[in-house]
C-alpha cells in the first residue's frame, strides 16, 4: 500500500498505480464492468462512512482558482481530515 492510500477504506477507488499497465488497468475495468458484485463492492463504504452533507456547487471552480495561484493546504493529521464526520463501522 503506497503512502497515499493511508488511511482511505479499501475499495473505495481504483489505485492507478497498483497495475503495471493501461491494458491491465483496462482488462479490469472491463472485468467491473461486466461483473456487477464486483463493480458494487466499490460502494460499500457509503454503508459505514457517511458522505459530505454540504455541496458547494463551485468546488471545482475554487479548486481550479486554488491550482492556478499555487495556494497549498495541507491538513494536519490527512487521517483525521478523511476520517472525520464519518458514521462508526457497523
Same mark, same amino acid.
Given at each position: 500500500?503506497?503512502? !497515499?492510500? !493511508?488511511?482511505?477504506?479499501? $475499495?473505495?477507488?481504483?489505485?492507478?498505480?497498483?497495475?503495471?499497465?493501461?491494458?491491465?488497468?483496462? $482488462?479490469?475495468?472491463?472485468? !467491473?464492468?461486466?461483473?456487477?458484485?464486483?463493480?458494487?463492492?466499490?460502494?460499500?463504504?457509503?454503508?459505514?462512512?457517511?458522505?459530505?452533507? !454540504?455541496?458547494?456547487?463551485?468546488?471545482?471552480?475554487?479548486?481550479?482558482?486554488?491550482?492556478?495561484?499555487?495556494?497549498?493546504?495541507?491538513?494536519?493529521?490527512?487521517?483525521?481530515?478523511?476520517? $472525520?464526520?464519518?458514521?462508526?463501522?457497523?
Amino acid at each position: 500500500m503506497h503512502g !497515499l492510500h !493511508l488511511g482511505l477504506p479499501s $475499495k473505495t477507488f481504483i489505485a492507478l498505480d497498483e497495475f503495471q499497465s493501461v491494458e491491465e488497468l483496462g $482488462k479490469y475495468l472491463n472485468y !467491473l464492468r461486466h461483473d456487477d458484485i464486483a463493480y458494487a463492492r466499490y460502494f460499500e463504504w457509503t454503508k459505514c462512512y457517511a458522505k459530505p452533507k !454540504l455541496y458547494h456547487s463551485d468546488a471545482f471552480c475554487k479548486l481550479c482558482e486554488g491550482i492556478q495561484k499555487k495556494k497549498r493546504m495541507t491538513p494536519k493529521d490527512p487521517v483525521e481530515f478523511f476520517s $472525520k464526520n464519518q458514521r462508526e463501522s457497523l
